[in-house]
C-alpha cells in the first residue's frame, strides 16, 4: 500500500500548523489520528508535534492551556474553544519504566523512535502533504500487526504501561502482536506491578470499551500475564481440578473467556460498560476494583450488582415490583449483568417498563405517609417506626392501589396493635 495522497484534516489543526510554520516552526500531525486516517477510521484527536519550544507555542496562540508542560505539551484552543495538543519534539533521557523524563531541541525523527508502536509512529504534513514513517507503520497496519518501535523488551523497560497499551491496540483493531513484541510483552510483563492502579485501570477500561472481541482482549490480558498481576479474579482454576473449578462456580466464578461477550451482543445489549463487565467476569470484582482504586461509586455498584439478586423470584407482576423494590438504583445494572450471563434479553423487561411507566411505588420515600405522619399517629420513633414503613412499602409494593394516606395510617395502627 502506499500512502494516500492527502488526508482529512480539520481546518483548525491545518490553521495551527500553518501559524507555527509561518513562525520557522517545523510542525507534522502524529501519532493516533494519522494511524486512525489510514485505517479509515476518523478520529478527531490530532495529535501535532512541532520544533517550536513550548514557550514559543504560548506565545504564537492567544488562548493555550499548559496541559502537559512538564512532557512539553501545550493545549492550543481554537476559536470553538476546542482544545488541540500540540509538543514539542522530544527525546527521553531517562525512564524507570513509569515516568520519563524528557528533553526539547529534538528532530521529527528522534520524537517518532521514542512513540511506543510502530502504527503510532508515522506523520504526515497537513501543509506539504508528506508522509514520514521510518520504522515501517503503513506496512503494519497492511498486516494487521502492533510491533514496538525499535527493541520491544528497551520498549517496555523503559515504559511498563506499553504492554497494555499493546493489548489494546491489538484488541481494538483485531490485530495480532508480533512475535518479538510478544515475547518481550510476557519476558518484562513482572514490571507492570509497578505501575500505578489509576494507569492500569484506565486501560483495562479502554480496552473493554474499544475491543473488537472482549473475549480475545481478555484472554491476551490472561496470557502476557497481566491478568495474574492486576486482575486475578479473571483467571477460573485450571481445567482438571474439578474439586477447585466447581468451588469457583458456586462462589460466581465463570471462565471470563467464556462469559466475555462478542460485539453483537455488546452492541445488542448496549453494554460498554466497564463496571458491568468486570462484575461480569471476575469472580470478586469489588475487590478488582478496589486494587484498581476505582471511585466509590463504581465500588458501591459493582457491591450492589453482587448483592442482588439478578433475577425476581417469580415471573408475575408482583414478583418484579419486588425485586425492583430490593435492588433498587442496581436494576439497570443487574440486568445487563443478568442478559450477558444468559446471553439473552432479560425475560421480565416488560413488566419492569410497565411497572416504571405507572409509576407504581418502591421506596419508602414515594410512600403516601411519611415517617412524621406515622408518629403523630402515635408509632414510636425507632426501630418500630422504621419496622412499621417496611411492612407498609411490602403492603404497597404487593398492591400499588393501597399507597393512600388512610389506607396506609390504617396498616400501620393495626401492625402496631397487632404486635
Ligand atoms: P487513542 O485513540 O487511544 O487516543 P492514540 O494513539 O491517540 O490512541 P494516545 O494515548 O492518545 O493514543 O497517545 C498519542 C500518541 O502518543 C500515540 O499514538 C503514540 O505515538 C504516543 N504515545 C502515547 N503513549 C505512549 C507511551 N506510553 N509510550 C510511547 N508513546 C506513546
Ligand atoms: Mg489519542
Not at 467476569?281 to 442482588?308: H, W, Y
Request: glycine share 8%; proline share 6%; with cysteine.
Amino acid at each position: 500500500m502506499t500512502f494516500p495522497d492527502s488526508i482529512a484534516v480539520p481546518a483548525s489543526v491545518v490553521e495551527i500548523v500553518q501559524r507555527l510554520e509561518d513562525a520557522g516552526h517545523e510542525t507534522w500531525c502524529v501519532g493516533g489520528a494519522i494511524r486512525d486516517a489510514l485505517l479509515d477510521d476518523p478520529h478527531s484527536d490530532f495529535d501535532i508535534a512541532t520544533s517550536a519550544p513550548p514557550d514559543a507555542v504560548t506565545s504564537l496562540f492567544p488562548h493555550t492551556v499548559p496541559v502537559g508542560i512538564k512532557y512539553g505539551t501545550i493545549g492550543v484552543l481554537d476559536p470553538d474553544r476546542v482544545l488541540h495538543e500540540v509538543t514539542t519534539f522530544r527525546r527521553d533521557v531517562r525512564t524507570d519504566g513509569r515516568h520519563a523524563e524528557v528533553e526539547f531541541g529534538a528532530t521529527l525523527e528522534e520524537d517518532l523512535a521514542r512513540r511506543d508502536f510502530t502504527i503510532n509512529a508515522m506523520a504526515y504534513h497537513p501543509l506539504r502533504r508528506e508522509w514520514r514513517d521510518p520504522h515501517a507503520g503503513q506496512e503494519d497496519l497492511d498486516r494487521h500487526l502492533v510491533r514496538a518501535v525499535g527493541d520491544a523488551g528497551d520498549r517496555f523497560r523503559e515504559d511498563r504501561l506499553r504492554i497494555l497499551r499493546a493489548l489494546r491496540f491489538a484488541a481494538r483493531f483485531g490485530f495480532q502482536i508480533e512475535a518479538f513484541t510478544w515475547r518481550a510483552a510476557r519476558a518484562e510483563v513482572a514490571g507492570i506491578r509497578d505501575l500505578s492502579a489509576e494507569r492500569v485501570r484506565d486501560e483495562w477500561y479502554k480496552g473493554l470499551r474499544s475491543a473488537k472481541s472482549i473475549a480475545r482482549f481478555v484472554k491476551e490480558w490472561i496470557r502476557v500475564g497481566a491478568a495474574d498481576i492486576w486482575l486475578p479474579e479473571l483467571i477460573p482454576p485450571p481445567k482438571g481440578e474439578v474439586g477447585e473449578t466447581g468451588r469457583w462456580r458456586r462462589l460466581g466464578g465463570s471462565d471470563a473467556v467464556e462469559v466475555a461477550p462478542e460485539s453483537r451482543e455488546i452492541e445488542r445489549g448496549d453494554v460498554r460498560d466497564p463496571v458491568v463487565l468486570t462484575v461480569l467476569m471476575c469472580l470478586d470484582p469489588v475487590a478488582v476494583f478496589r486494587r484498581l482504586k476505582a471511585s466509590n461509586s463504581e465500588i458501591q455498584r459493582a457491591t450492589a450488582m453482587m448483592v442482588g439478586p439478578l433475577e425476581p423470584g417469580g415471573a408475575d407482576e408482583i414478583s418484579v415490583r419486588r425485586w425492583m423494590a430490593a435492588v433498587g438504583e442496581a436494576a439497570n445494572d443487574l440486568v445487563k449483568v443478568w442478559s450477558l450471563r444468559h446471553k439473552t434479553p432479560w425475560p421480565w423487561e416488560a413488566l419492569m417498563q410497565r411497572i416504571r411507566a405507572r409509576g407504581d411505588p418502591l421506596t419508602r420515600a414515594e410512600l403516601a405517609v411519611t415517617g412524621d405522619d406515622l408518629t403523630e399517629a402515635g408509632i414510636a420513633p425507632g426501630p418500630t417506626l422504621g419496622e412499621c414503613l417496611e411492612t407498609l412499602l411490602a403492603a404497597v409494593v404487593e398492591d400499588p392501589s393501597r399507597n393512600t394516606r388512610e389506607e396506609l395510617l390504617a396498616i400501620a395502627r393495626a401492625s402496631v396493635h397487632g404486635a
